[in-house]
């Protein structure tokens, strides 16, 4: 039987794309602010895309999400991007929702769920910092415990969704401990005192995730916005499931990888007699083909075997391969589409632009091949000690 509840989230997402196309050149060059866009969102619903139905939610898992994404960045890849980050923010919290929890850890996740459902809150990851980028090792930004919660000291750069989210999950080290590995998660408002942002950072493309720097000045939190209620337990859960760090987007870049093989096909249009035009196009066609294969066998197995090793050599697998395909589709239309494609402020210049950041963004493309490496090198890749964080 068909999936209705994935079929009524896929219409309000091509309906909400719709709505974005005519933002997002808007946004890209400066003319308008990304806040609408995200608006729009909000008003469509899908910041609970991955939040239980039984509490509200869409109830999508994995496979289903990554379908969404894809959908949303065939229109408006920085925005699918900017979704994405609250959902990397709150996903584990979702998967987890069945689990028994502590008190603390029960508290949390009510709360949590109620800002995003009924008050469409909106959560962001703060975590990256210059030397160390996305990897938990090597943080700087400390806490320490206090009689009434927390205190947080610390500098986070590249922080998407700055000015736009609502709550920002910050990765910090005990102050005072001598374990490197010892990181913990806690929920700040982007509006509490000692909580400051930078300028939105000026890069070539994906404006429209309002990325920018972020400081936290001696930032005080309740006991209550420790993720979960527990302490030192990021580090295993990236360990142990990486997939919303390591693939969480890659439907973005595939909905990405479409835009692009259809600006490629139009741009070939009526030349169908040139033989090696052709073969181009064909290449392009199954290596999309291929890569979106990989993509969603990969997140069926998180959803069915989460945390296994063929789960996280898959996500890792489906990251590279998609990373690879958009180089390759970008060479491709710079050939296909010619002078034209190149025009500043043309839809292929700007899915070329875009096209750049899968390649930067986590797991970048030696880290994959390194984890696939290891994994078939008979390396365990649950043992922190293997795994590059």
Not at 87 to 100: D, F, K, M, N, Q
Not at 358 to 363: G, I, L, Q
Request: proline fraction near 2%.
């Amino acid at each position: 039987m068909p999936d209705t509840s994935l079929d009524d989230t896929l219409k309000r997402t091509e309906e909400l794309t719709t709505r974005l196309t005519g933002l997002v050149d808007a946004v890209d060059d400066g003319r308008a602010d990304c806040r609408d866009s995200y608006r729009l969102a909000r008003e469509a619903g899908l910041l609970g895309l991955v939040v239980p139905s039984a509490i509200g939610g869409d109830g999508l898992g994995f496979h289903d999400y990554t379908r969404v994404l894809e959908l949303l960045a065939t229109a408006d890849a920085p925005t699918a991007l900017g979704l994405n980050m609250h959902s990397v923010a709150i996903g584990a919290l979702c998967e987890s929702a069945g689990t028994p929890a502590s008190r603390a850890g029960a508290a949390f996740r009510e709360w949590v769920f109620d800002e995003v459902v009924n008050h469409q809150r909106m959560f962001a990851s703060a975590t990256s910092e210059r030397g160390s980028g996305a990897k938990l090792r090597g943080l700087r930004t400390t806490y320490r415990a206090t009689d009434h919660g927390f205190v947080l000291e610390g500098h986070k750069s590249f922080v998407s969704l700055a000015g736009v989210a609502d709550y920002f999950v910050v990765a910090a080290r005990q102050a005072d401990g001598d374990a490197d590995h010892q990181i913990s998660h806690f929920v700040v408002s982007g509006a509490d005192p000692g909580v400051r942002f930078g300028e939105i950072w000026p890069g070539t493309a994906m404006h429209g995730t309002s990325t920018a720097d972020m400081t936290l000045d001696a930032v005080e939190v309740g006991r209550d916005r420790l993720f979960m209620g527990i302490e030192g337990m990021s580090l295993f859960k990236l360990v142990r499931e990486p997939h919303w760090m390591v693939a969480g987007y890659t439907g973005v870049y595939l909905g990405l990888a479409r835009s692009l093989f259809d600006q490629i096909v139009a741009a070939a249009a009526g030349r169908a007699d040139d033989t090696d035009l052709r073969r181009r196009v064909g290449r392009a066609a199954a290596s999309l083909r291929a890569a979106r294969a990989l993509v969603y066998e990969a997140c069926a197995v998180v959803d069915e075997a989460r945390g296994t090793v063929e789960a996280n050599a898959g996500v890792h697998a489906a990251k590279y391969v998609v990373g690879e395909l958009l180089s390759d589709l970008a060479t491709t239309a710079s050939r296909v589409c010619g002078a034209a494609g190149l025009r500043r402020g043309g839809t292929v210049e700007r899915l070329l632009r875009e096209s750049w950041f899968c390649a930067v963004m986590p797991a970048k493309p030696v880290d994959c091949l390194d984890y696939l490496g290891k994994t078939h090198l008979g390396v365990n890749m649950h043992d922190a000690r293997s795994a590059d964080w």
